[in-house]
């Protein structure tokens, strides 16, 4: 069903007392979901997980749904069990205007009563450290390392009028809101890993980042300095070769810009890179073969991936779980989108917690990649109404 989405409100209209309400938003799609007709919870990486979706999709054609579609969130680690359900009822409907005038729900204030970072500061310092003390040694070239901020709000989080909140300051993102078992992944993610409409597929990676300031020409300069920064070029392009590398066997037409781009949310600047391929029609890979093709890039976890990997399980001391792994949806027909979950949180009552990483290469300052990782957690804190120094 297809539905011009008239305003902000309009993804809001099923009962928000529900638990299982899912929504993802980009500037092709609106997808809502709502209700469980059944669940997919083993890991992409499992054998049979092609099987398994086949199947899923089968059993409700038998039942007469003529497209069914599948939503949900795929974890940083792919041999760690995905979180996707076949909805009950869903609709794909036309996104919301994204020129429309923003607006921000004064009232939708929350006052932190605690708050602690994992790693801390010294030890995060410490991770990186770490990390550059090995470029020289061997093979390594990039690995992301994160941190998590958890909150706890004096009152349980309005899960409607926060995503209310996101989708007005940040309209240009992926917006998304997945239910998990006992809490919710919520977020505007700026980041594409992949989209497949047909036989065309796009993605639209990030890396290099900077953080922007309310002063026009200061902000102005961080773009420049960002645009210009050898490091962040160097760090953007190791995701676009990897990209490029993972996807040139599968597809034909592959088109990138030689030059990345600048873009921007309310928070940060980013160099963009946008590619788009046409799939070979004598094979045509589903678009969980396409995700286990490039997920995960080095904008989340590093290169070499396996050798990079390594790294983050040594040395972060938290699970990541679904944060940057996937959110998004696909169909019975092959169609989907899958952004990267960042920009992000994930909300059980009053409790929150935020995520943020940093691409740490050979010309990284520690002290530089903590305040980034904390400029990229203002974006949520924002949409909380959080004016609190947690940061």
Same mark, same amino acid.
């Given at each position: 069903m297809d539905i011009t989405s008239p305003s902000y409100?309009?993804?809001f209209a099923l009962n928000p007392s529900q638990d299982d309400l899912f929504l993802f938003n980009s500037s092709f799609n609106l997808v809502r979901t709502n209700g469980i007709s059944q669940r997919l919870n083993i890991p992409v990486l499992d054998h049979t997980f092609s099987q398994e979706v086949d199947a899923l999709f089968s059993k409700e054609k038998s039942q007469g749904k003529v497209n069914p579609i599948l939503v949900g969130a795929i974890p940083f680690d792919m041999s760690q069990p995905a979180h996707l359900v076949v909805p009950e009822w869903y609709e794909k409907v036309t996104p919301m205007d994204r020129t429309m005038t923003p607006f921000v729900d004064p #009232? &939708?204030?929350?006052?932190?009563?605690?708050?602690g970072f994992a790693p801390s500061h010294v030890d995060f310092? @410490?991770?990186?450290?770490? /990390?550059?003390? =090995? &470029?020289?040694? #061997?093979?390594? %070239? %990039?690995? /992301?390392?994160?941190?998590?901020?958890?909150? *706890?709000?004096?009152?349980? !989080?309005?899960i409607p009028r926060l995503l209310a909140n996101i989708m007005a300051q940040n309209p240009s993102a992926y917006h998304f809101s997945v239910?998990? #078992?006992?809490? !919710?992944?919520?977020?505007?993610?700026?980041?594409?890993?992949? =989209?497949?409409?047909?036989? %065309?597929?796009?993605?639209?990676?990030?890396? @290099?980042?900077?953080? =922007?300031s309310n002063d026009i020409d200061a902000d102005k300069q961080a773009a420049i300095t960002l645009s210009n920064s050898s490091k962040d070029r160097y760090e953007h392009q190791l995701v676009v070769d990897a990209i490029r590398s993972a996807l040139q066997p599968i597809v034909k037409n592959l088109k990138a810009r030689e030059e990345p781009s600048l873009i921007s949310t309310p928070t940060m600047w980013h160099l963009s890179t946008h590619i788009e391929a046409t799939l070979s029609s004598v094979y045509t890979p589903?678009? &969980?073969?396409?995700? %286990?093709?490039?997920?995960?890039?080095?904008?989340?976890?590093? *290169?070499?991936?396996?050798?990079?990997?390594?790294?983050?399980?040594?040395?972060?001391?938290?699970? =990541? @779980?679904?944060?940057?792994?996937? /959110?998004?949806?696909?169909?019975?027909?092959?169609?989907?989108?899958?952004a990267i979950a960042i920009r992000c949180a994930q909300v059980s009552g009053e409790k929150v917690t935020l995520f943020a990483g940093a691409g740490v290469v050979p010309d990284s300052d520690p002290e530089s990649e903590w305040l980034e990782t904390s400029a990229k957690m203002r974006t949520m804190l924002n949409a909380f109404g959080i004016k609190d120094d947690v940061i």
């Open positions: 409100a309009r993804p #009232d &939708f204030v929350h006052y932190v009563h605690e708050s310092i @410490g991770m990186i450290e770490d /990390v550059l003390s =090995r &470029f020289a040694s #061997d093979s390594l %070239k %990039k690995v /992301v390392l994160s941190k998590i901020l958890k909150l *706890t709000l004096d009152k349980k !989080v309005d239910p998990l #078992d006992n809490s !919710v992944l919520i977020g505007a993610s700026p980041e594409l890993l992949i =989209r497949k409409q047909g036989n %065309k597929i796009f993605s639209n990676p990030l890396a @290099g980042s900077s953080k =922007r589903s678009i &969980f073969d396409l995700i %286990k093709c490039i997920h995960p890039t080095p904008a989340m976890c590093g *290169t070499p991936t396996l050798q990079a990997k390594s790294h983050i399980e040594s040395l972060e001391p938290h699970q =990541r @779980g679904f944060f940057s792994g996937l /959110v998004g949806w696909c169909d019975a027909q092959g169609n989907g989108e899958w």
